[in-house]
């Protein structure tokens, strides 16, 4: 059974460009989660999708939006790169109406130079 | 807005030995989840524990034991026999019924031989 997996590993970019990460859930989930996590920090919440809608958002400005496709599998986008948006981006998948867990991906580690 | 607070950036614990992780939250909901997660080094976040608010009866796995006080607002994990695999980041995490999970900045966690 494969756990929830991310890509790319890692990722560099320049200040300006546009950046598309990936996430696959956990086989039975039907939640992705985003969060942000900069060096030394907690993860930060950026939003949840379910039935291919977002369903809550933390607060993150508009250059971060967000897909779900019908096979659950989602897309986090981040236009107009800053160099504070270089982090690690955690995809966390779930159940909508489970018991609360959240299982993580490895995270995709992205830098903008 | 919830808020989780943890106020020891770094600790530290001799192997077999027993320590225990500090966490607040601030919350004026009365049902919602608390979890404790693991990142170590190699940053994949482990679920390590979980407790539901409802619930008066602290949550237990094998060596890992919290202590939950709902009107204190606290929620402290206990790791008993302390092993070298337990370094790592912890993180207390704090969620309401809509599935928005908020975390604390982290303990720093070193076990030494």
């Known amino acids: 059974d494969a756990g929830v997996t991310q890509s790319p590993t890692h990722l560099i970019k320049t200040r300006g460009q546009q950046v598309t990460l990936r996430c696959s859930p956990k086989?039975?989930?039907?939640?992705v989660s985003w969060y942000q996590q900069a060096l030394g920090q907690g993860p930060q919440f950026i939003f949840q999708?379910?039935?291919?809608?977002?369903?809550q958002r933390g607060n993150f400005p508009d250059r971060f939006s967000g897909h779900q496709f019908p096979n659950y599998s989602s897309e986090l986008n981040v236009n107009a790169l800053l160099l504070g948006d270089s982090a690690l981006y955690l995809c966390?998948?779930?159940?909508?109406?489970?018991?609360?867990?959240?299982?993580f991906g490895p995270g995709t580690r992205l830098t903008v130079l | 807005a919830q808020t989780v607070t943890q106020s020891q950036p770094e600790m530290s614990v001799q192997e077999a030995e027993t320590v225990t992780l500090s966490c607040t939250y601030d919350?004026?909901?009365?049902?919602?989840?608390l979890f404790w997660y693991k990142q170590p080094p190699s940053r994949q976040m482990i679920l390590v524990i979980r407790?539901?608010?409802?619930?008066?009866q602290n949550a237990t796995e094998n060596r890992f034991s919290v202590n939950f006080q709902k009107a204190a607002k606290s929620f402290s994990l206990k790791i008993s026999d302390s092993q070298l695999g337990d370094t790592a980041m912890y993180f207390c995490?704090?969620?309401?019924?809509?599935?928005?999970?908020?975390f604390g900045a982290g303990t720093r966690l070193t076990v030494k031989p």
């Open positions: 966390a998948s779930s159940l909508f109406r489970g018991r609360g867990e959240q299982f």
């Open positions: 086989s039975g989930h039907d939640t």
């Open positions: 999708y379910y039935e291919e809608e977002e369903r």
């Open positions: 919350t004026s909901e009365n049902n919602y989840y």
């Open positions: 407790q539901e608010a409802y619930k008066q």
């Open positions: 995490a704090f969620m309401n019924l809509n599935n928005d999970m908020r």
